[in-house]
DNA sequence: TTATAATCCTAGTATTCCGATAGGATTTAA
DNA sequence: TTAAATCCTATCGGAATACTAGGATTATAA
């Protein structure tokens, strides 16, 4: 399942996203527009600022913007900041590599070459689609 | 992520299978060799014959087998089983379609067409994996 | 300069889910 | 009759999720 984290984040992007070129987008403006909780949204905001994502202006009038092209915004990297690894299982993760602690040998493991099939078959999409497609619709 | 219990689910299935036309096998030997808590994989194996993959034998000499060929066991069913909806938002799902709590409407919903294409790319790979692919290697 | 409006930041909390365990009841082979 | 196996329900601790609280900080504008 979706975290609510990462729903609720991608939507603000599509929100902030779609407002490109007008002023700062306030959290209170997308909290509203979105149904969202507006304490949790900001820290969502927060975090995808530090990820880079959104810049923000501070202050009376301030408020989140695009610091990316939403065509260069993929959103394999989106999921990677909300989400956290693509891979289902973390022995078959290029960005976040783990030994499974079940596993004593991957190459032996009935699981996972099925596990690569769908990272690989998720990352095609999330590397296809970008914030761009997401606002297109 | 990948829960432990379906991770451990599918292990246990591709055991099975591999012993296929032998005795029945014992949750002790699948938990042995699988390194996977017994009592835990009790209720695993309880799941999947509910399910109807496996069948049981009760008693000394007693243990699991397999209902159905290895190559008409699609992954995709045994995910739905042990693991859920494929879909990461209950609004695109198929089997398990629900509506989504802070989406007054789907068609206006801008994360809907992404998880429309991670839905039916998973898919892809589920319906063309079997049990048969899980031993194969 | 002062009120107001916004983000920033840390901490805490309620709830849910996951992984595992407990303790037997039941069934069957030898 | 004993041992070995599945069957079944209930429970529980810990981790993660989804939020909430309460202010600190910053910038605008009257």
Redesign the pocket.
């Known amino acids: ?1 979706l ?4 729903k ?1 984040g991608l939507k603000a992007l599509a929100y902030v996203a779609k407002h490109k070129g007008e002023d ?5 403006a997308i909290a509203k527009s979105e149904n ?5 949204l ?2 969502i ?2 975090t995808l ?2 990820a880079g994502f959104l810049g ?9 913007y695009l610091r990316r092209q939403p065509e260069e915004i993929k959103m394999v990297e989106v999921m990677r900041i909300l989400e ?1 690894p693509v891979s289902m299982v973390p022995c078959v993760s290029l960005n976040f590599y783990e030994k499974c602690d079940d596993c004593p040998d991957e190459t032996t493991c009935s699981v996972h070459s099925l596990m690569v099939q769908l990272r690989d078959s998720n990352l095609a999409v999330l590397n296809k689609n970008t914030l761009a497609d997401l606002i297109a619709e």
């Open positions: 399942m975290s609510k984290k990462t609720y700062p987008v306030q959290i209170g969202i909780s507006q304490k949790f900001e820290s905001m927060l600022r530090k923000s202006k501070k202050g009376k009038g301030g408020g989140y956290g």
